[in-house]
């Protein structure tokens, strides 16, 4: 089971912009499609971005098209998501995850992922 932990959420005004960062434990990681999902409150938790295991296939869920980035480092052990152009909608709490059959392609299905990082706030104000 891989561990995740992430890191760089808080508070931003909209038009702002923020990096999070997930560290990952394990030489497995790098067999893994890897994704970011957000989850408000009240709301399900949604795959915002997946990454598959090479960097090579990305997704990006419509509502943040255009405006978030995600990557990975393999030799790191670390994804990024890259947000920009950042709305009041965007307030969630960020999960990254991991879908841990080995060379999967990237998924916006939530039941894909199957280890998780404990979450960071991300609250953008109006």
């Known amino acids: 089971q891989v561990q995740l932990v992430e890191s760089g959420g808080g508070l931003v005004q909209a038009g702002g912009s923020l990096r999070l960062s997930c560290a ?4 497995t990681f790098r067999r893994y499609a890897m994704g ?4 408000a ?3 399900e938790r949604d795959v915002v971005a997946a990454i ?3 960097g090579g296939s990305i997704a990006y869920a419509d509502s943040v098209k255009g ?13 990024y998501l ?9 307030t969630a709490v960020y999960y990254c995850a991991a879908d841990q059959r080995e060379y ?3 998924s916006l299905s939530p039941t894909d992922f199957d280890s998780w990082g404990q979450g960071t706030q991300v ?3 109006s």
């Not at 990952?24 to 030489?27: C, L, N, P, Y």
């Not at 970011?36 to 989850?39: G, V």
């Not at 405006?67 to 994804?79: E, L, M, P």
């Open 82 to 90: 890259q947000m920009n152009s950042l709305k009041p909608e965007d």
């Open 41 to 43: 409150p009240g709301k």
């Open 52 to 54: 598959n295991w090479s």
């Open 123 to 125: 609250t953008v104000s």
């Open 36 to 39: 970011w999902l957000r989850q």
């Open 24 to 27: 990952a434990s394990g030489r």
């Open 104 to 106: 999967y392609s990237a």
């Open 67 to 79: 405006r978030f980035t995600i990557s990975r480092d393999n030799a790191k052990n670390i994804i």
